[in-house]
């Protein structure tokens, strides 16, 4: 086949036929499909788009959740040459308005007849007019859609009759249509779900993709033999998902749908080899972890947490003797021979203590499943902390950076060179500069934007060349809008966000990632937003976990009407709050790193009764300016010397 991509599907069929691919769970039972019928059911649903004429280059509307159908009609569209145009079946109707007008979409897919309904409202009469046919994956009464669009919608059982006749009539279809597909037509608009302003459509074609496939597919390790096992959370639309899924296609990965709510019990099912997840899933496990530990015998306690800080010095020395460091500045030789000399020592002195742990911590492995050999973790900053315990304890957690506007892989790290705190080193055939101000480019240690070249960097915004211009230049250097910097042996490491950054009125500049970070490793706080532009001091949004809030309040003698308002969200008894700043404050300080101007004087606890469309993206990262324009007032009276509502 022309497209390397397409041709994954079959070409692991034609090797493994009969190797499950996919697994999901119904009310009823449990089912799957293996690779020969995976393929199968690719070369029926594109014959099946193809009568009902869909076409090359029509953009399609494909707002449908994780499942079988979603990449069984990924690659369908993606033979005929259509533009796939997807997000989850949760998007808000008016979002998706917006994404299917934008997009000049003339194909709907939707996952249920409630779903198509749930869009009248939102979808202008023009909208209608201009979509061709409307499919819907789910079973359903046609009788309940209305008259005006009962003609053109078509439930995907029918449809998939409908392409198994079709198919028969011409069985080397996808074939023949493989001819005329180009590696640089778009193949995918995705629009951003981003965590400021209206989303813009990032074109993609097969050529970006098929750079993460070849580039990162080595990186996951994934043993084509062994058929191995992943279990999925994460939406198939998102970038990070998408390009995961068709490396592990290409190497005969099986994939079981979970959701968030059966996520841990399917890792203690399925058993994984290899996972990728988001940096608020591990937190959730280390906040489950602390508290685990939390309950146990103070010697046992203690014991297990000096196994975990042994194993982290002899981790870090062994990665330091192989060249997996990070250093900010250049060293001098003896500088270099006295550190050498120092993780040596370390290796050989805490190296029983790190053969002690692989057995003491099996039973923590086992609640992943116990065999998991590899955790990716991307889409979000991986505070170091998390870094370090879980490589500690004996899980895998290897860090990885990207964008929708590069498919989305740039950098990571890899198994044999998982140096903690860092972002790892660029993708192959990838070029990766950090510039400064004044464009020049930054010294080891300096701090500037991260700009990126590569066969994986998209065309363009659809319809947006003014922010096609913004961010990409003539010659294909994008600029991420990420701050980095570079170690002394070449790592990178991702600092934060440009337009983030905090200048307060002293002309102090602040990245606000690393000080939330640091704020989550509380047990109290799930989330954290640090505010004060052209102030005087930074503050911080800090999302309390009511469950701990809870156990607080009883140590401390209190009701939870003492503790939390009924229909306010903010949480103001003056003893829990003086205990929060504290815990903030031993966290924010000199000792863990923190300059004097980047301590927290001033907290706005509130309920964290945060959700995905609203404070959080798909992949659970905070939306910025949405959690200051919902607590903006309380921020505001503080800042302008109102002291009603908060502490001063």
């Not at 707002?63 to 033979?79: C, G, K, P």
């Not at 493989?178 to 995705?190: F, G, R, S, Y």
């Not at 324009?629 to 009603?644: A, H, I, M, S, W």
Request: net charge neutral.
């Amino acid at each position: 086949m022309k497209s390397p991509l397409l041709a994954v599907p079959f070409e692991t069929a034609a090797r493994y036929p009969e190797r499950v691919s996919h697994k999901w769970k119904t009310r009823e039972k449990t089912a799957s499909k293996t690779y020969g019928e995976f393929a199968h059911t690719i070369r029926i649903l594109t014959a099946g788009f193809k009568a009902a004429g869909i076409i090359k280059d029509d953009h399609v509307g494909f707002f449908v959740n994780n499942r079988f159908e979603w990449i069984s009609t990924d690659f369908a569209l993606m033979a005929l040459g259509a533009v796939s145009v997807p997000r989850g079946s949760d998007t808000a109707p008016k979002e998706i308005e917006f994404i299917f007008h934008h997009s000049d979409s003339r194909h709907l897919i939707v996952e249920n007849v409630q779903q198509l309904l749930s869009l009248i409202d939102s979808f202008t009469d023009s909208d209608w007019e201009r979509c061709a046919t409307i499919y819907v994956v789910d079973s359903g009464d046609k009788a309940l859609v209305p008259e005006r669009l009962a003609k053109k919608t078509r439930f995907y059982d029918e449809l998939l009759v409908e392409g198994e006749a079709a198919l028969q009539l011409e069985p080397e279809l996808l074939e023949k249509l493989d001819e005329h597909i180009k590696l640089d037509d778009t193949m995918t608009i995705v629009y951003t779900s981003g965590t400021t302003g209206n989303p813009k459509g990032v074109m993609l074609s097969h050529a970006n993709f098929i750079q993460n496939l070849v580039a990162n597919t080595p990186r996951l390790g994934i043993d084509i033999e062994k058929a191995e096992t992943t279990v999925l959370m994460l939406p198939s639309w998102h970038v990070y998902e998408r390009a995961f899924e068709y490396c592990g296609i290409s190497t005969g990965l099986t994939f079981v749908y979970s959701s968030a709510g059966r996520f841990a019990a399917d890792l203690l099912a399925e058993k994984p080899e290899v996972l990728i997840s988001v940096p608020r899933v591990w937190e959730s496990v280390h906040q489950k972890l602390i508290k685990a530990f939390s309950e146990m015998p103070s010697g046992k306690r203690n014991l297990v947490l000096a196994f975990i800080k042994g194993n982290q010095i002899w981790l870090t020395s062994s990665l330091y003797l192989r060249g997996c460091y990070i250093a900010l500045h250049e060293r001098s030789a003896p500088e270099k021979i006295l550190a050498a000399v120092g993780h040596s020592l370390r290796f050989v002195v805490y190296f029983p203590i790190h053969k002690l742990a692989g057995i003491l911590f099996k039973s923590l492995r086992e609640k992943v499943g116990g065999r998991l050999r590899l955790a990716t973790c991307g889409a979000g900053s991986l505070p170091k902390y998390l870094d370090e315990l879980f490589n500690a304890v004996g899980i895998t957690l290897v860090n990885a950076y990207g964008m929708t506007e590069c498919a989305p892989g740039i950098l990571s790290r890899q198994v044999n060179r998982n140096t903690f705190g860092s972002t790892g080193l660029p993708f192959d055939n990838t070029e990766v500069e950090i510039r400064l101000e004044d464009g020049s480019i930054a010294g080891t240690g300096e701090k500037g934007i991260l700009f990126v070249r590569g066969p994986q960097v998209m065309s363009g915004y659809y319809k947006n060349q003014k922010a096609t211009t913004a961010v990409l230049a003539p010659d294909g250097w994008l600029n991420t809008g990420d701050l980095a910097v570079r170690s002394e042996n070449g790592e990178y490491i991702i600092v934060g966000r440009a337009k983030d950054t905090i200048v307060l009125m002293g002309g102090e500049n602040i990245e606000p990632e690393p000080i939330e970070d640091k704020l989550k490793e509380s047990a109290y706080i799930d989330h954290a937003v640090v505010v004060g532009q052209d102030q005087k001091q930074i503050s911080a949004i800090v999302a309390i976990n009511e469950e701990e809030l809870m156990k607080l309040a009883a140590e401390l003698k209190l009701s939870r009407n003492e503790v939390i308002t009924e229909g306010s969200a903010s949480i103001e008894n003056d003893i829990v709050y003086n205990v929060l700043l504290k815990e903030v404050g031993s966290l924010i300080s000199k000792e863990h790193g923190f300059k004097p101007f980047e301590r927290i004087t001033k907290i706005f606890p509130v309920l964290n009764d945060f959700s995905v469309g609203k404070e959080l993206t798909q992949t659970l990262k905070v939306k910025r300016k949405f959690v200051e324009e919902r607590f903006n007032q309380l921020v505001d009276k503080y800042f302008k010397g109102d002291t009603k509502g908060g502490k001063k």
